[in-house]
């Protein structure tokens, strides 16, 4: 039988060596960086501290949770019962595809990524991506892309045909005597 100091000594060396494990990543920040690595830049890629936005950390690994997130999306939209000519499904796919690509063509860029987007910080893209996998439920259990209906769009309108029947200035409603 093992004594509580032994079982105490053990689970602390246990500890560590877990705790060492998980460390073997980490950055030690020094004088000089790494061979591998870009010299950090403040305020720019990892070098960046903050976000400008109240709430809102930065994270260095937002570009690769942006990909995996926008891909949660496209494997739900495929897995789903829409059809492919929801129009909400079309415009949900060509954001994911547009975003990933831009991430993955921009990995250890974020700023590139931001620009590319043109909708905010990538950490801001990640919470859009999770706020979109929310109105992709509700839209999914309610079948909203059923109660769309098709509307008849004039693509070449007769330039001599002003708006219609009514004149600009003129009430709509008729007059009731």
Not at 60 to 72: D, G, N, S
Not at 99 to 117: H, T
Request: negative net charge.
């Amino acid at each position: 039988m093992m004594s509580a100091a032994t079982i105490f000594r053990t689970a602390r060396a246990i500890a560590r060596s877990n705790t060492r494990q998980s460390c073997i990543n980490a950055r030690f920040f020094s004088a000089q960086p790494s061979v591998e690595e870009k010299p950090l830049v403040p305020g720019i890629g990892r070098g960046k501290t903050s976000t400008g936005l109240v709430g809102l950390p930065v994270d260095h690994e937002a570009v690769p949770k942006m990909i995996i997130k926008y891909q949660a999306l496209l494997d739900k939209l495929a897995a789903s019962d829409m059809p492919p000519t929801a129009t909400y499904r079309k415009n949900v796919e060509k954001i994911c595809r547009f975003r990933i690509a831009a991430a993955q063509e921009n990995l250890d860029d974020p700023e590139k990524v931001e620009e590319l987007c043109n909708c905010g910080q990538v950490e801001e893209l990640v919470i859009q991506a999770e706020n979109e996998m929310k109105v992709m439920d509700m839209y999914l259990r309610n079948r909203w892309w059923e109660l769309v209906k098709p509307v008849e769009v004039e693509y070449n309108p007769d330039p001599n045909d002003d708006h219609g029947d009514i004149e600009w200035g003129d009430d709509p409603t008729p007059e009731k005597k």
